[in-house]
């Protein structure tokens, strides 16, 4: 393979041409990355704003926290909510020093550098289970990536350690109990697993899919590092957010979120139920499409092989089973947005694509997966 053509170079030329291109066109003001919205920068109480596009979106609340860590609550819809994930915005201050001026750039900067990174790391775990790595650009050119990157949300860096962690854990998945001189598997996985948790909380899906596989192979101290590593610094930082702002950040959302279901898919049933046929046709389309088909898929074959192989199933397994089986209760709030469901599957999209290589190296539920690369149009259409 020419070194030019690696995925991961495709997807910083694609990334590259692509923020440059949105730069331009929207008069050269890098504010266009963390997309402020006039009711939320007034700061003077977020709670009277209304949602929608002539308010910003997310990335404007990362910026206002990294622009001023102690004084952000009054811009921000949900404060407690957002500064749960406060990885981005913290190394976004920490590298600019507060300076306002270059908080956007830095936030592109690092979740580029975290997209591009963590597809070649990808291409190495697919070259691991001898597929190709080309399969890579499912991740790599998946659209809710490429739109947090323009965005500035965290997705690009929450998921990149992600795969960094997968990357550091190889060695340790079989028999973690023996790798005592692995400390990357032993401690840089989960310590990488702990950081993600605290650039979004979803992550924490890979954190319980490594437990409950150590745990059903009775590697019990394996499955309890990961679960403390993992789990001790997030849960810290909760009960801080809550003796400062008099609530947990754990939540299905900011303003306008909705609960997480009870009922099956009851999140997408509800946009024809709460909407319109039509709403449903094309926004549950997209949904049924890109989130609920693959995740059933998943369900069922990592489900098949952890019921049937028991103690000899792969870890991909329990990573494609836990980042599946949440897709059934995803909120409303959730599915009816596009931009919301493509930001909330990158773990989905990583899940399944390291399992079909694994399992179906060459078939169709691995080739199905550059289907998600096409999702890069809807970024392309909004700049």
């Given amino acids: 393979m020419s070194a030019a053509r690696r995925p991961h170079r495709i997807v910083l030329l694609v990334c590259a041409a692509y923020l440059l291109y949105t730069l331009l066109t929207q008069g050269s003001d890098t504010r266009v990355f963390v997309t402020l919205g006039p009711c939320f920068a007034a700061c003077s109480g977020a709670a009277e704003c209304s949602i929608g596009p002539e308010n910003g979106y997310d990335g404007q609340f990362a910026y206002y926290i990294a622009r001023d860590p102690q004084n952000a609550a009054p811009c921000i819809d949900a404060p407690a909510y957002r500064y749960q994930r406060i990885l981005l915005p913290i190394v976004g201050r920490i590298l600019t020093l507060g300076f306002a001026p270059l908080i956007p750039l830095v936030f592109v900067a690092l979740n580029l550098l975290a997209l591009v990174g963590s597809t070649a790391l990808l291409e190495r ?5 001898k597929a190709s790595p080309y399969y890579a650009l499912a991740y790599g050119l998946f659209g809710g990536l490429v739109i947090a990157v323009r965005l500035s949300t965290p997705e690009p860096l929450a998921y990149g350690l992600v795969l960094l962690a ?8 079989a028999a973690p109990d023996e790798q005592r001189d692995d ?15 605290l650039a979004k909380e979803t992550t924490l899906i890979f954190a319980a899919a490594f437990a409950l596989y150590y745990a059903a192979g009775r590697h019990w101290g394996a499955a309890l590092r990961v679960l403390l590593i ?12 809550y003796s400062w702002l008099g609530t947990f950040g754990v939540g299905s959302g900011g303003a306008g979120g909705t609960p997480f279901e009870i009922i099956p898919f009851n999140g ?14 094309l926004l549950g389309g997209v949904a049924l499409l890109v989130a609920a088909l693959p995740a059933l898929w998943g369900l069922v ?27 059934l209760f995803v909120p409303f709030s959730t599915y009816r947005e596009p931009l919301g469901i493509l930001r909330f599957i990158p773990g989905l999209v990583i899940a399944h694509v390291l399992y079909a290589a694994l399992r179906f190296r060459g078939r ?8 998600w690369a096409i999702t890069l149009l809807l970024p392309l259409a909004l700049r």
């Fill in 166 to 173: 997968l990357w550091w854990g190889q060695k340790s998945w």
């Fill in 125 to 129: 775990l697919l070259v691991a289970q």
């Fill in 230 to 241: 993992t789990g001790l610094p997030f849960a810290l930082w909760q009960l801080y957010l």
């Fill in 364 to 371: 169709r539920p691995l080739r199905y997966s550059l289907l």
């Fill in 301 to 327: 074959a990592s489900a098949r092989e952890i019921v049937g192989a028991r103690l000899h199933t792969h870890v991909y397994a329990y990573l494609l089973f836990a980042n599946a089986a949440v897709m």
């Fill in 183 to 197: 400390w990357r598997g032993r401690w840089g996985m989960p310590a990488a697993l702990a950081l993600a948790a």
């Fill in 268 to 281: 997408l049933w509800r946009i024809w139920t709460e909407g319109s046929f039509g709403a449903f046709v």
